[in-house]
């Protein structure tokens, strides 16, 4: 089945300690990108890479970081996480190419940041 | 910039009513445009497409037509049902990438 996972689903943590959200896509697409969702806000783009070891900013992407060593995975890295960052983070991916520009989702992470 | 602004809900409905969700966009040129639904405790999934004026995405249902004289992209649904309780986003892909650029969502509730 064509899908994006992301791990874990849901997560409770402290400030200030290092975390990792994975993202993965088993389509070979390879436009992959973050986005966090607030209430009244929408959904927000954090991160985004065009394909492996290709990445660029979206509009909110001060405290985090990724990677891309390999076209499935988009890992999101929160390295000194805030009680601000607390929200529900998903995973998209896209093929390139296709001139559709439709993104395929994962089923969300729930942050939550004390 | 580019940005999105759909209708604020929520949107309560009776089971079999008519639904309309307003959605008007401003970007350059000729955007993709898209209705994502999520559906509680779910991902996004895209309900419906239209990549240029005058065409018109359709799914389960649900209708919108890309009216670049309006720069509008309105969800519309001639009888809603109880499963259709969801928020739904109008969102828009410029013609130079692949950010998609996202209203602040419509909750939509319909009741028996």
């Known amino acids: 089945e064509a899908q994006v996972t992301q791990n874990p689903r849901y997560l409770i943590t402290v400030t200030g300690k290092k975390l990792t959200v994975t993202c993965s896509q088993n389509?070979?697409?390879?436009?992959m990108s973050w986005y966090r969702q607030d209430p009244g806000l929408g959904l927000r783009q954090i991160y985004y890479?065009?394909?492996?070891?290709?990445?660029d900013k979206g509009d909110v992407p001060e405290g985090y970081k990724v990677s891309r060593k390999e076209k499935r995975n988009f890992p999101l890295i929160l390295e000194s996480p805030s009680p601000n960052q607390t929200s529900l983070y998903f995973c998209?991916?896209?093929?390139?190419?296709?001139?559709?520009?439709?993104?395929?989702f994962g089923p969300g992470t729930r942050l939550t940041v004390t | 910039g580019n940005s999105v602004t759909q209708m604020e809900g929520p949107v309560t409905l009776s089971e079999e009513a008519f639904l309309t969700i307003n959605c008007t966009y401003t970007?350059?040129?000729?955007?993709?445009l898209f209705w994502y639904v999520q559906y509680p405790g779910e991902g996004l999934q895209l309900l419906l497409k239209?990549?240029?004026?005058?065409d018109k995405g359709s799914n389960k249902g649900f209708e919108a037509t890309y009216r670049k004289e309006t720069t509008s992209f309105h969800l519309e649904k001639g009888s809603v049902q109880v499963s259709d309780s969801a928020v739904y986003f109008c969102?828009?892909?410029?013609?130079?990438?692949?950010?998609?650029?996202f209203g602040k969502g419509t909750s939509l509730l319909v009741t028996p």
């Open positions: 998209a991916s896209s093929p390139l190419g296709t001139g559709s520009y439709e993104q395929y």
């Open positions: 389509m070979n697409h390879e436009y």
């Open positions: 890479s065009m394909n492996v070891e290709v990445t």
């Open positions: 970007a350059t040129g000729y955007p993709s």
């Open positions: 239209a990549t240029k004026a005058d």
């Open positions: 969102a828009l892909s410029p013609i130079s990438g692949y950010a998609l650029n």
